[in-house]
């Protein structure tokens, strides 16, 4: 098991509520995507990156874990993309993607359909990938557009 998913693991028993649970892996990807993107080799010297997802490419300017400023709020990202960091964020993600389809990722879901049939997803764990592969979905547009 890796690094990422051993955190996330230890996080469930701890938490007596769902709500807290949910408040504790927010919490969790938010500081593993964030912390990634700070060690991430694969920048510009303008500190971008670019990404290659199955819906095409994308530029990530910057990523900053922004913390929850209050019982009622869950930890996020904000994510700038095309260039560095320059006005408000293109995103801010709450409990951030970790996982990217991979046929043969080590991650494994499998999902009971209404029809009984379960559906087996296979994932890696790539905090950074994730979050590309989520802006390139929805085309790169930021969440006001």
């Given at each position: 098991m890796s690094e990422i998913r051993e955190?996330?693991?230890h996080l469930l028993p701890e938490s007596a509520t769902p709500a807290e649970t949910l408040k504790a892996m927010a919490q969790a990807k938010a500081e593993v995507?964030?912390?990634e993107w700070e060690d991430f080799p694969g920048k510009n010297l303008e500190g971008?990156?670019?990404f290659s997802t199955r819906q095409g490419e994308v530029a990530i300017g910057e990523i900053r874990h922004r913390?929850?400023?209050g019982d009622k709020e869950l930890d996020s990202v904000e994510?700038?993309?095309g260039g560095p960091a320059a006005g408000p964020p293109a995103w801010r993600l709450i409990n951030p993607p970790t996982l990217v389809p991979d046929p043969t990722g080590e991650v494994v879901l499998?999902?009971?359909g209404p029809d009984g049939r379960t559906t087996i997803r296979r994932y890696r764990e790539d905090p950074l990938g994730a979050v590309a592969e989520f802006i390139a979905t929805n085309q790169g547009r930021s969440e006001g557009a």
């Open positions: 955190r996330f693991k995507v964030s912390s971008t990156a670019s913390p929850a400023e994510v700038w993309v499998a999902d009971e």
